[in-house]
């Protein structure tokens, strides 16, 4: 599974971005979806993801400012991302599994397919 995560970008502390995981060829709701991200010199955080039964789970790190949604329409995860923070900055990575049918904390040897990256940085 090919997964595309898009949506990064450069946003000022307190602003908003969207970031959208997709999978072409694939139907996302028979994989349960998250998100890791990655700082410079930090190791790799999971921060969400919604199961396949769309049960979502939320590190504490996010919880109340990022909401992870699933968009049948557009066969995508996406995760909204509000007033963010420096400390955000980061490679954010979507993953999947059909194995993920509860929402909750995973570490990334549990998912078996990994997108590219997309890169967001909170600067002023």
């Known amino acids: 599974v090919q997964l595309q995560a898009s949506g990064g970008g450069l946003v000022q502390p307190g602003g908003s971005l969207r970031l959208s995981c997709e999978a072409p060829?694939?139907?996302?709701?028979?994989?349960?979806v998250g998100w890791f991200r990655q700082a410079p010199g930090k190791k790799r955080e999971h921060i969400s993801c919604?199961?396949?039964?769309?049960?979502?789970w939320y590190a504490d790190s996010v919880n109340g400012r990022f909401t992870i949604s699933r968009d049948s329409a557009k066969n995508a995860v996406d995760l909204q991302m509000n007033s963010l923070r420096p400390e955000d900055t980061a490679v954010y990575y979507c993953?999947?599994?059909?194995?993920?049918?509860?929402?909750?904390?995973?570490?990334?040897?549990?998912?078996?397919?990994w997108g590219q990256g997309t890169q967001v940085t909170v600067s002023s």
């Open positions: 993953v999947a599994d059909p194995r993920i049918i509860v929402g909750s904390y995973y570490d990334s040897s549990q998912w078996d397919y």
């Open positions: 919604v199961s396949t039964n769309s049960s979502s």
């Open positions: 060829g694939h139907v996302l709701s028979f994989y349960g």
